[in-house]
């Protein structure tokens, strides 16, 4: 049987426009990929209680929850595991990314992504940037 794994993910985007990557261990699935970063969802754990955690945990940056919204849900199958990820852009966010687990960051012009080697699973949300690129105002926004 196919193991099934529940993902959020964040679209951050800072002050100029830049998204922020992570990049994956190369030991882990998918190892030394680029991803936009977040984490798998706990038991008992919203979307939004899981986004939160996971960039805490894993960049330092503490997020509005009023200012992130919903992007895109990506189901994707690899050969191994089925994952289903919730992408989720957020803008309004406390704190300088760190890799705190050691994992290498970069800030990336929307432009520059396909540059990138990245995960499958997170290619649709790197064509659908490149095509709706500048997004609309994502004031007043909340995370659902």
């Not at 959020?8 to 936009?36: C, N, P, T, Y």
């Amino acid at each position: 049987m196919t193991k099934r794994v529940e993902v959020v993910a964040a679209i951050v985007i800072d002050s100029q426009q830049r998204i922020l990557m992570a990049q994956r261990a190369s030991w882990q699935h998918q190892g030394s990929k680029w991803e936009f970063p977040g984490g798998k969802i706990e038991a008992n754990e919203s979307h939004l209680q899981a986004l939160t955690r996971e960039l805490k945990e894993e960049v330092g940056l503490h997020i509005n929850a009023q200012a992130c919204k919903l992007f895109k849900a990506v189901h994707h199958d690899y050969s191994d595991k089925q994952v289903s990820l919730y992408f989720y852009l957020v803008n309004d966010f406390r704190g300088i990314a760190k890799g705190l687990e050691g994992q290498p960051l970069t800030w990336v012009d929307v432009q520059n992504l396909p540059q990138l080697t990245i995960p499958d699973a997170n290619q649709i949300i790197v064509d659908t940037l490149l095509e709706t690129w500048p997004l609309s105002s994502l004031k007043n926004e909340s995370c659902q």
